[in-house]
């Protein structure tokens, strides 16, 4: 049985990883830096001694991680912060890996955001667009890639990265578009919130259902080229007034008391979406899971919960 270590195992891609792996026979140690949960070792791996601490003990042989920074908006507010955890914390992972399992394969998650989509020929996504610097976002995880790859080069390890596109599930926090659609839905529906106007939905992007992105980096972690970086994305591009439309088609309140904005023609804008062609070719991988039949309506219900609960 292989021992995979999860860093960042309390957050939303975390958790669904934790659940693939074990149903794929993994003996799973997850850690993150903050938990309610007893299973979980609390550990701030930007303390390098921490750090080398949980995985000389752990000794895995692989690493998974979603620790990080991951929102372009929040990277402004807190520019050093985001530097630390996407570029500090991964040079910590790699050193105690080379001192105590140089064999260990890792798993680093980096983000469709590093791409300029300017640049995408039609829309499509691949590995080769040119990148983009327009957040310190962006240039912290392009940042993170160069260092990786220095590192694996000195320390002759073995590291594989993702370029990871939108993914939605129900436990997902608000600060996303659908997340955010979904709860503004459910507090209107239990008078918490008066009508609603919508923002700006007029753009076209690849989203996946978590459970097919972890299913994704188990993959990876399994059949990857080591030294290559991945798109893990559905292929598809969903355009957002369609998606925040069929949560509205779920909610009589919502339909009734709310607007949408008029839908543009199909051609009116570009349909950005994945090239998951090296990642088919590497690992087999197709996305499983139905965004508008299978996984928005589990969010919005998952919300509807969370609301009557007194949670939001």
């Not at 938990?35 to 042989?61: F, G, N, T």
């Not at 980096?110 to 691949?126: I, K």
Request: aromatic letters at 8%.
């Amino acid at each position: 049985m292989s021992k995979a270590l999860i860093i960042g195992a309390a957050g939303f891609a975390g958790t669904a990883l934790r659940s693939e792996l074990i149903n794929n026979g993994y003996e799973v140690v997850c850690a993150d830096v903050m938990s309610d949960d007893d299973s979980i070792i609390k550990v701030d791996m930007l303390d390098s001694a921490s750090a080398d601490k949980l995985i000389a003990d752990a000794c895995p042989d692989m690493i998974f991680n979603l620790a990080g920074q991951a929102s372009p908006f929040l990277s402004w507010q807190k520019i050093a912060l985001t530097m630390h955890l996407n570029v500090d914390l991964s040079v910590n992972i790699c050193e105690s890996v080379a001192r105590h399992c140089p064999e260990c394969r890792i798993l680093f998650i980096g983000s469709a955001n590093q791409y300029d989509m300017n640049q995408a020929e039609g829309g499509l996504v691949s590995e080769d667009t040119p990148l983009t610097s327009d957040s310190p976002y962006s240039i912290s995880k392009n940042t993170q890639e160069a260092i990786l790859k220095l590192l694996a080069k000195k320390y002759n390890l073995d590291i594989v990265s993702t370029r990871s596109f939108n993914h939605i599930g129900p436990n997902q926090k608000p600060g996303f578009v659908v997340t955010d659609y979904c709860l503004r839905i459910a507090q209107l529906e239990e008078g918490k919130l008066e009508p609603f106007g919508y923002g700006n939905l007029d753009s076209w992007r690849d989203f996946s259902d978590v459970r097919d992105v972890v299913r994704a980096y188990r993959l990876i972690a399994e059949k990857g080229r080591s030294g290559e970086i991945y798109n893990v994305g559905s292929g598809k591009s969903y355009y957002i007034r369609d998606i925040i439309g069929a949560l509205v088609e779920l909610s009589q309140d919502a339909s009734e008391k709310t607007v949408l904005p008029a839908r543009l023609d199909d051609d009116a804008l570009v349909h950005f979406r994945s090239d998951n062609s090296k990642l088919f070719a590497d690992t087999g991988f197709e996305a499983q899971y139905d965004i508008m039949k299978d996984t928005v309506p589990s969010v919005l219900e998952a919300y509807r919960a969370k609301v009557r609960e007194g949670v939001y």
